[in-house]
């Protein structure tokens, strides 16, 4: 195998596909990227057994054939070539990387040794803007568990909702919930968060098409294809956690909001939560900390209901206002002891479902 390919384009190839390689695999083989040269195509391919990503770059070509390197070390000697021209070579169990005057020389993996990864067909896919799925995936990933003991609460509920597509995540102490408008799919998949989150970098924000199979889901662009396993597990009943309606409205400007919060952040630490006192006057934010000391500040803004006092924990509602979009923030509650909502002040697409700290 013999290619030739500009220094960036072919670094940004090899890294896209090695994002899917695992850090940690105890199989030798997954530590590399499968490389395919056929008819002036370059395809990478990176896995873990659970994400592959497949990348591609249309190259110059003096020989086809296969190779499989080191991920991270060939992302990396690529990346740090003179700028220009880079030539890519196998041939007798290594792999050489020149370009500039430098030159690396890898010792080759074993071809054989790599799983066969046929790419599923995406019949049946649903086409999608790729830039508003990566945001609306951000949105609702803040709620998405880290937890593996508790694999069901760590993936994004795929579901169709009538002309919508809605994502769904939630850890349990908070619930994030996303409407896609003009994106029909039937049925509910529940796809791992750790995977969505390298959508951007390993496929890019083009115009996505997005396939829900049985087993795997597989985003495919012109750039590449992420495919990740399905979480094989029934998620939470959340419909019945959003309430039709609240009887305390509060509207704030979303960015102060986020900079008071900030503030309250300072004197607090995780388990210790920002009060928020709404009242006719707009709200008043404070926290205390016994061995430090206290931060009180005062917004004003809209609000209709009974005067009321709730808390939340800082770092759950500052990841709900930076999801946001708006340029004013609703909070809907009923009660101290009841989740609140949050969510923007013209579109409900995006719903923030937020559990209160006891105080």
Do not use: W
Not at 124 to 152: K, M
Not at 161 to 168: A, E, K
Not at 184 to 190: A, F, R, V, Y
Not at 208 to 215: D, H, I, K, S
């Amino acid at each position: 195998m013999r290619i030739r390919a500009e220094r960036d384009d072919l670094a940004d190839v090899l890294a896209r596909a090695g994002r899917a390689v695992g850090t940690r695999s105890p199989l030798p083989i997954l530590q590399g990227i499968h490389c395919e040269v056929s008819g002036g195509r370059l395809t990478v391919t990176g896995t873990d057994n659970e994400v592959t990503v497949r990348t591609y770059l249309d190259v110059e070509v003096t020989e086809e054939g296969t190779t499989v390197i080191p991920a991270k070390l060939a992302a990396e000697a690529v990346h740090k070539l003179p700028p220009g021209a880079v030539t890519l070579a196998s041939n007798d169990g290594e792999v050489e990387i020149t370009g500039g005057g430098p030159r690396f020389q890898l010792r080759e993996m074993a071809v054989d040794d790599y799983p066969k990864i046929k790419d599923t067909t995406i019949e049946g896919g649903i086409d999608v803007d790729g830039a508003q799925l990566i945001r609306a995936l951000a949105q609702v990933g803040i709620a998405a568990s880290s937890d593996d003991a508790r694999p069901t609460l760590t993936g994004v509920l795929f579901e169709g909702d009538g002309d919508s597509l809605r994502l769904v995540a939630t850890d349990s102490y908070r619930l994030a919930v996303r409407d896609v408008k003009g994106v029909s799919t039937e049925g509910s998949k529940l796809v791992p968060y750790r995977a969505l989150r390298e959508l951007g970098r390993t496929v890019g924000s083009g115009a996505m098409t997005v396939a829900l199979g049985e087993r795997e889901a597989s985003f495919v662009t012109n750039e590449g294809r992420l495919t990740v396993r399905i979480i094989d597990a029934t998620f939470p009943n959340y419909k019945q956690l959003l309430p039709e309606s609240h009887t305390n409205r509060l509207m704030v400007d979303r960015a102060a909001f986020l900079e008071a919060v900030g503030r309250a952040a300072l004197v607090a630490e995780d388990h210790i939560p920002v009060r928020l006192a709404m009242h006719s006057g707009g709200v008043e934010l404070s926290v205390i900390r016994q061995e430090v000391g206290e931060a009180t500040e005062l917004l004003k803004g809209d609000y209709s209901g009974d005067d009321m006092t709730i808390a939340f924990n800082t770092r759950y509602l500052t990841d709900g206002l930076n999801a946001v979009d708006d340029e004013k923030i609703v909070i809907e509650t009923s009660d101290p002891l009841k989740p609140g909502l949050l969510l923007g002040s013209d579109n409900r697409d995006f719903r923030y479902l937020l559990m209160p700290v006891r105080l």
